[in-house]
């Protein structure tokens, strides 16, 4: 029963990064709430599992061609960067505090979402 419920959580993690939201935000809360796995080592998971999906991703949405390699190198570059700070800080963080800094992202991002704030000129 335990391996079902990780592949559906795992199924339902990659069909949302799959649409570039962003699995981790399902994944991790499941993984940690509801599996009992410690926040680094669901932390850890969502990144190994994010790679594969990640890969299928891109192929699918460049052959859609949704996807302008050149515009987005800046993004990569950032998102590097930033990958490897936020690595870093998890490790020194508590896993109390780890959790709380997870939750408060989790609960703007739901808020912002909720109101539906967009940049202008966006619909």
Same mark, same amino acid.
């Given at each position: 029963?335990?391996?079902?419920?990780? !592949?559906?959580?795992?199924?339902?993690?990659?069909?949302?990064?799959?649409?570039?939201? /962003?699995?981790?935000?399902?994944?991790?809360?499941?993984?940690? &709430? #509801?599996?009992?796995?410690?926040? +680094?080592?669901?932390? /850890?998971?969502?990144?190994?599992? !994010?790679?594969?999906?990640?890969?299928?991703?891109?192929?699918?949405?460049?052959?859609?061609? +949704?996807?302008?390699?050149?515009?987005? &190198?800046?993004?990569?570059?950032?998102?590097?960067?930033?990958?490897?700070?936020?690595?870093?800080?998890?490790?020194?963080?508590?896993?109390?505090?780890?959790?709380?800094?997870?939750?408060?992202? &989790?609960?703007? #991002?739901?808020?912002?979402?909720?109101?539906? +704030?967009?940049?202008?000129? +966006?619909?």
């Amino acid at each position: 029963m335990r391996e079902l419920l990780l !592949f559906a959580i795992a199924a339902a993690a990659g069909v949302i990064s799959g649409m570039g939201m /962003g699995g981790g935000t399902l994944l991790i809360p499941a993984l940690t &709430l #509801l599996m009992g796995i410690p926040q +680094r080592q669901a932390q /850890g998971v969502n990144m190994l599992s !994010f790679l594969p999906a990640a890969a299928v991703a891109l192929y699918i949405h460049k052959k859609e061609g +949704r996807l302008e390699l050149k515009s987005s &190198l800046p993004v990569i570059a950032a998102g590097i960067v930033g990958a490897l700070a936020g690595a870093l800080a998890a490790g020194w963080l508590k896993e109390e505090w780890l959790k709380k800094a997870f939750g408060l992202f &989790l609960t703007i #991002l739901s808020i912002i979402q909720y109101i539906g +704030r967009s940049p202008k000129g +966006r619909v």
